[in-house]
């Protein structure tokens, strides 16, 4: 066929090239993410703010803080920024509590990222404490600030610098400082001021300048104390680095199952023996092992340093050894919970994406967190990670069959407008008839939102007035029986003839008896 070059019109696609949903703020990409040197969400605030150009202040109050619930941590409306940076807030934020989770879920929405998550420690959350999880404040290491700034790298925050096990650099193996060397304060981890690798009482530079050999050395450990830190370091570094690729959060009953396999093997189920052997509080062993409590991060890894096992192994109970004595253990529940990855299981990828698949075809169709939910306990970030187009395609259809339907709704609205019914209906009340949010109402149907609540407003103006009327009636009858009966119209005695006892508390009715006494002379 040979081709009319004046004529190729039909060959243009005319359809509009599919856009992807843009995100709020810049989808910045986390440092480290799947290392031991993953970079903490603080910093990753901090860092999403100087892309923006804005202080950390103003990124939390402005944007972060508006998506908040209205109530939770602080009141958007009085975005005060002593509250907003109460120690609370930001001390926990790399943690695992319920303020960092919420912070993640606000953030990944505003950056469209799924694996902020990671920045934290909420992928251990049901199998660690929160108790001596993190450092009360900043800390860091001058040499990496230095050698960063010179190499004109990114200036950040490892979560590991966080914790309050990791007394060392990962990659120096100096002490972590916690005091700033100009002013000697100690310095919060997110302050509204924020400038990374900068002091935020004095604005001095943290990272090192050349210092007198003495003060280098008296940053470095002693032997024994470096061994078992770097011990700490290959425990928790690998346990943030694995956290990305983990398919199920470990649950807090792993921690029970296991302690007590050591228990059954080590000791003979003798638990105070058990306690002992490991230094441990024989009534904190007692709390973990019956599955009430928790242990803190330090006392797992005392667990874990004396049974030789390493802490990830321990925390998804995968490998029940005691490596530390000959007794072949045997774990008397099996443990299915494993570290095992998508990677690591393909036969896996493929039986969550026809689950996925299935849900597109799904009426009436399920939300994204429902359909996971269904997954055994499989993390949605992995999921996310691994099936980007599937989720988001989930997560639309689920949204369109979520908004209001314009050809059931309008007949309704516009029937209560041009209707007249009486007493007339507020915008609430029909949301609930209709079984929609007000909100979703107003933002659908604005002009006649308008209608209803005018009519609406109206009607309630004409109540209030003849309500007053009714009162002033009221006193008026009661001041004239008095009046006529010889009695002064006290406001007293006209009180107790009215039908409500406390109605001579009202404006409108002080204002009556005003009126009628004046009329009769009285004042
Ligand atoms: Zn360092
Ligand atoms: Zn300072």
């Known amino acids: 066929m040979v081709l009319d070059k004046n004529n190729t019109d039909e060959l243009w696609d005319l359809e509009p090239p599919s856009v992807p949903e843009r995100s709020h703020l810049f989808h910045l990409k986390p440092i480290g993410m799947g290392t031991a040197n993953v970079e903490s969400l603080t910093s990753y605030i901090a860092r999403l703010a100087q892309a923006h150009c804005i202080t950390v202040g103003r990124l939390v109050c402005a944007e972060i803080a508006p998506s908040l619930k209205e109530g939770y941590v602080f009141n958007p409306k009085n975005s005060d920024m002593s509250k907003v940076y109460n120690s609370i807030f930001t001390k926990s934020l790399n943690g695992k509590c319920s303020t960092a989770a919420v912070i993640v879920q606000v953030l990944e929405k505003l950056t469209q990222r799924n694996d902020l998550h990671f920045l934290t420690m909420l992928s251990w959350a049901d199998v660690i404490s929160e108790k001596y999880l993190l450092h009360p404040q900043k800390a860091w290491c001058p040499f990496c600030y ?68 003495t003060f280098k050395n008296s940053q470095f450990l002693s032997e024994e104390e470096l061994e078992l830190q770097l011990k700490v370091l290959d425990n928790v570094g690998e346990l943030l680095a694995i956290a990305p690729d983990i398919l199920f959060y470990p649950p807090s009953n792993n921690i029970k199952n296991v302690i007590s396999v050591y228990i059954n093997q080590l000791t003979k189920g003798d638990l105070s023996e058990f306690a002992k052997l490991l230094g441990l509080s024989p009534h904190s062993l007692n709390k973990w092992y019956r599955g009430k409590a928790i242990p803190g991060l330090n006392k797992l890894l005392e667990i874990c340093f004396y049974l030789q096992t390493p802490l990830v192994d321990f925390l998804m109970a995968t490998k029940v050894s005691a490596a530390s004595n000959d007794i072949p253990i045997q774990p008397q529940t099996p ?6 990855t998508f990677r690591s299981n393909p036969s896996l990828l493929e039986e969550v994406e026809k689950v996925l698949l299935a849900a597109l075809e799904e009426s009436p169709p399920r939300s994204l967190y429902k359909v996971v939910k269904d997954l055994k306990n499989i993390t949605r970030s992995s999921i996310s990670r691994y099936f980007p187009n599937l989720c988001c395609q989930i997560s639309e259809r689920y949204a369109a069959s979520r908004k209001p339907n314009h050809q059931k709704i309008r007949p309704v609205l516009l029937s209560v407008v041009n209707n007249g019914e009486y007493p007339p209906p507020s915008v609430a009340v029909i949301a609930k008839r209709i079984g929609i949010r007000s909100k979703t109402l107003y933002k659908e149907f604005p002009d006649l939102c308008e209608k209803i609540s005018e009519q609406y407003s109206c009607y309630i103006k004409l109540r209030q007035l003849e309500r007053i009327e009714k009162i002033k009636q009221e006193v008026r009858q009661a001041v004239l029986k008095l009046h006529n009966k010889g009695i002064k119209p006290h406001s007293r005695y006209v009180s107790e003839l009215l039908s409500k ?23």
């Open 501 to 523: 006892p406390g109605l001579m508390r009202d404006k409108n009715a002080i204002a009556a008896l005003h009126e009628v006494r004046c009329e009769l002379g009285y004042e």
């Open 335 to 340: 443990v299915k919970r494993s570290t095992q």
């Open 146 to 213: 230095q050698e960063w700034f010179e190499a004109k790298q990114v200036v950040y925050e490892p979560l590991i610098w966080a914790l309050h096990v990791v007394q060392i650099c990962p990659r120096h193996h100096c002490r972590l400082h916690t005091q700033c060397p100009h002013c000697y304060k100690k310095l919060p981890l997110l302050p509204g001021n924020y400038r990374s690798g900068y002091c935020s009482k004095c604005q001095s530079w943290l990272g090192l300048f050349p210092e007198p050999e």
